[in-house]
């Protein structure tokens, strides 16, 4: 077993896991009425679900970094021992899921010394560089191993040496025997759940678990994103935000060249999670007023006529929604790492499935988004906030924000933009908000919002933009409103007061929304990585501003990480 040296003083594992520092997010309790009130093999399901969930967490702990395991059981034999450095090392292990992570600060946080995070994290040899990895490809280019370089370019590869070159092996083959595992777990969900749409989902998806073959997931992905009206919810997530080593392959002309000529696509790597919950009805009742709208907005989409999209222009939309009471979140999905999912669109523009006519399903996670502390609340808006525009702040507004954001990664070009290389999720996630606030007013328009709730989202979702601290440009999520924030502060759409407050300027916010949304889907189009890094990098901008913002919200709220409480899943997992 080998020995590790903790990298974080006491003193700092005492202040990070101290409770001002520590966001709880707490998801169902063991007696929560939502479990209570399921149908007894709906219960039943729910363990056997969490138990599949755990597995996956288990694997994709190996996907993010080679080292977790062992450091996991290296903590946990310290802890036997009476180690209280280990103990609480053990709490933000847990919590963010694994040895690195970044803060809410943008701080990196390596819990072990001398273990740190690799551009290609647990998937690629941890001692491959960027050089060395475009130069063995474009050999075996040149050399007609076309075949092997597919296989290490799939986004469902672990890769590994082989003597001078590279080999990509599935990771269904990779993690052979645990996936069996979870494929089992699966299975005798379905023979105890009350719906038979959930059961023959759960069925597809173990079956995928068993054989390595990206068709068997296209059809378990295509079911799932039918599911509306099921008791449970389970999920496995498959996104590639974490790979930052795929990515660079753009940056290499003539090895872009090589896999141009022979029709391959350098995918980035799936991380994969868990998410295991239960439908509440009614919020899911008030998601579902947005699809009929869907249509419209397609066809209101810029440059609509040079592409495809998911969401079709005259036909019922493919898209499903949920809201879900959350019992589990593993792997992936429930990493605590400087934020937390709050919902997801799935399958990715990348996936199999929406190529055989599959759709795509939003799930909304109801816990994550729940705010606990409205003094907290209060405090922030009274440090960063116009005291005139209080009043058009509401919680809930970011929601009705998020379920924008989510639909709107269904709109716009279908095709995967790899060409962007690491821009193209900033690009996309801009892309995503830029959608929710460009079509507001076309929604309130059409019925879907009142005038009040118009404001309410524009000055919410301004007032919510601001960070605590710049980000790297690897956070995706976090500097596309950086970007944001400095384009809306050129042209008008909010201005700091001489106190140093947001001020909204209401009614230029949508338009300029529309201008940058339409600014994205050109470069989406394009596919130009050059056009992408620009657009970046000029408006990439960290301003005085936002760093006067950044030090109010920063005296409002000590937060650095965060962490997931899930009592009833505990629960379940121990259960016979």
Not at 121 to 141: C, Q, R
Not at 279 to 291: C, D, R, S, V, Y
């Amino acid at each position: 077993m080998p020995k590790f040296e903790l990298n974080l003083t006491i003193e700092e594992l005492e202040k990070r896991t101290n409770k001002d520092y520590l966001i709880t997010k707490k998801f169902l309790k063991a007696d929560a009425p939502e479990y209570l009130n399921l149908e007894e093999g709906d219960k039943k399901a729910l363990k056997y679900l969490c138990r599949a969930a755990e597995i996956l967490e288990k694997i994709n702990m190996q996907i993010d970094c080679k080292h977790n395991l062992e450091v996991k059981k290296f903590l946990e034999e310290e802890i036997q021992k009476g180690n209280e450095q280990a103990r609480l090392t053990k709490i933000l292990f847990d919590a963010q899921k694994g040895v690195n992570a970044i803060d809410t600060m943008s701080s990196h946080i390596r819990l072990i010394k001398g273990i740190e995070e690799k551009p290609g994290k647990g998937v690629y040899p941890e001692d491959l560089s960027k050089e060395e990895f475009h130069s063995i490809l474009t050999k075996m280019i040149k050399e007609g191993k076309i075949n092997e370089v597919k296989n290490i370019l799939t986004q469902r590869s672990i890769v590994i040496r082989n003597g001078d070159e590279l080999k990509g092996i599935d990771y269904i083959d990779y993690f052979k025997e645990d996936f069996s595992k979870m494929a089992d777990e699966l299975d005798k969900a379905s023979e105890v759940s009350t719906n038979s749409d959930f059961n023959e989902y759960l069925k597809l998806q173990a079956k995928a678990l068993r054989t390595a073959d990206p068709m068997l997931d296209a059809y378990a992905d295509k079911k799932w994103a039918t599911l509306q009206d099921t008791p449970l919810e389970f999920t496995i997530t498959r996104e590639n935000y974490e790979d930052e080593m795929t990515g660079t392959i753009v940056e290499n002309k003539e090895l872009s060249t090589l896999l141009k000529a022979h029709n391959i696509s350098p995918i980035p790597k799936d991380f994969l999670g868990g998410r295991v919950g239960i439908i509440n009805k009614k919020g899911t009742e008030a998601l579902m007023a947005i699809k009929k709208y869907l249509p419209t907005l397609a066809d209101n989409m810029p440059y609509k006529d040079e592409y495809e999209q998911t969401i079709s222009t005259d036909e019922d939309a493919k898209q499903t929604m949920v809201d879900v009471d959350m019992v589990m979140a593993s792997g992936d999905v429930g990493e605590y790492r400087g934020g937390i999912t709050l919902a997801e669109n799935l399958p990715n523009s990348d996936k199999l499935s929406l190529t055989i006519g599959g759709g795509r399903r939003n799930v909304y996670h109801r816990q994550i988004r729940f705010i606990s502390d409205m003094k907290k609340l209060q405090e922030r808006l009274d440090a960063v906030l116009d005291p005139e525009q209080h009043k058009y702040y509401l919680d809930e507004a970011d929601h009705w924000f998020t379920i924008g954001h989510e639909n709107a990664h269904s709109l716009g070009p279908k095709e995967s933009s790899e060409k962007l290389g690491k821009y193209r999720n900033i690009i996309e996630e801009n892309k995503a908000d830029m959608g929710a606030l460009a079509f507001v007013d076309l929604l309130t328009e059409l019925g879907m919002y009142t005038q009040e709730q118009r404001l309410q989202i524009i000055v919410t979702t301004m007032a919510d933009n601001f960070l605590k601290s710049k980000p790297t440009l690897s956070q995706a999520h976090r500097v596309r409103t950086v970007m944001q924030n400095k384009y809306f502060a050129d042209r008008g759409g909010y201005e700091i007061t001489p106190d140093g407050k947001i001020h909204v300027n209401i009614d230029k916010v949508v338009p300029i929304a529309k201008e940058m949304l339409a600014e994205i889907i050109r470069i989406q189009i394009d596919g130009d990585f050059n056009k992408a890094e620009k657009y970046v990098k000029d408006n990439f901008i960290w301003t005085d501003n936002m760093e006067l913002i950044a030090q109010k919200l920063q005296k409002v709220s000590k937060a650095l990480n965060g962490t997931l409480e899930t009592e009833l899943a505990n629960k379940l997992l121990t259960e016979e």
